[in-house]
């Protein structure tokens, strides 16, 4: 047992009835254990969770990453080990949990969702309900970003105009995402987001410090109640405006 009292491990988990599909093959889901004196948790990898949504794995295909099971599990470790020092001496399970859904929070797959959002609020807005239940069906199985795409291509070109010169920022936000891969990963989860070089990456990504900053400040707002955390309030953000 380490000197801080605190033990924990993340592998896969060999017992469980079926492997989960990745990509080219099936594998055992990645797991994580706490254990703290008398207490432990144990749960699934968020991580991995993400990563094998249909929508994501459709999405590596496209894009051509292969995130491999290895990479899952240095991203875990070197998270976990993060939020074990930052709680010192305060550690319990408790704030651990509540931390852990923080940090494991991923930006890409948040602003993916918004970004979805703010197509069918457009198609709706503007009755071009044939474009919105396309978007309703193909938003189960694809990403934000592979539906602009084949929407460049169908679209009218003043429906396109207008709804791409709205999607800017969005846009951005999800190209710099994707090209971070950090931890050989193709997502930006908020431990990734709170390193120090992230600002620096993000400005010179963007050619432009103050729209690094307003990007900050707009994933900050993103972050700051964890997606699907029991206790999350409404995360607010102001959407660009229509024109």
């Known amino acids: 047992m380490p000197k801080s009292g605190i033990y924990y491990r993340v ?3 060999n017992k469980v009835k079926h492997k989960v ?23 699934k990898s968020r991580v991995f969770s993400h990563l094998i949504k249909t929508k994501y794995q459709v999405c590596f295909r496209v894009n051509g990453y292969s ?18 020092q930052k709680l010192g001496s305060h550690f319990t ?24 959002g703010f197509l069918l609020n457009f198609f709706n807005q503007h009755s071009h309900f044939s474009y919105t239940v396309f978007l ?13 795409n084949y929407m460049q291509t169908i679209l009218p070109v003043a429906i396109r105009d207008k709804l791409f010169d709205n999607l800017v ?17 193709p997502m930006l989860t908020a431990f990734s987001f709170s390193e120090k070089t992230f600002q620096s990456q993000l ?8 729209d690094a900053n307003r990007s900050i400040q707009c994933l900050s707002e993103l972050i700051k109640n964890p997606p699907y955390s029991p206790t999350a309030k409404p995360i607010k953000i102001n959407k660009p405006a229509m024109r």
Do not use: W
């Open 21 to 43: 599909p990745f990509l080219e093959e099936e594998i055992y889901p990645v797991y994580i254990s706490i254990v703290h004196g008398r207490k432990s948790l144990n749960f």
């Open 93 to 116: 399970t408790p704030l651990f949990k509540k931390e852990y859904a923080y940090y494991s929070a991923d930006l890409y797959g948040v602003i993916d969702e918004y970004c979805t």
């Open 67 to 84: 995130p491999c099971v290895q990479d899952i599990i240095e991203h875990e470790k070197a998270m976990v080990a993060f939020i074990i």
């Open 169 to 185: 920022p969005y846009i951005r936000l999800i190209e710099f995402c994707k090209q971070q891969k950090q931890h050989g990963l």
């Open 136 to 148: 309703m069906q193909t938003s189960k199985i694809l990403t934000a970003d592979i539906i602009l």
């Open 11 to 13: 592998y896969q988990y």
């Open 203 to 210: 400005s010179l990504f963007l050619n432009s410090e103050l």
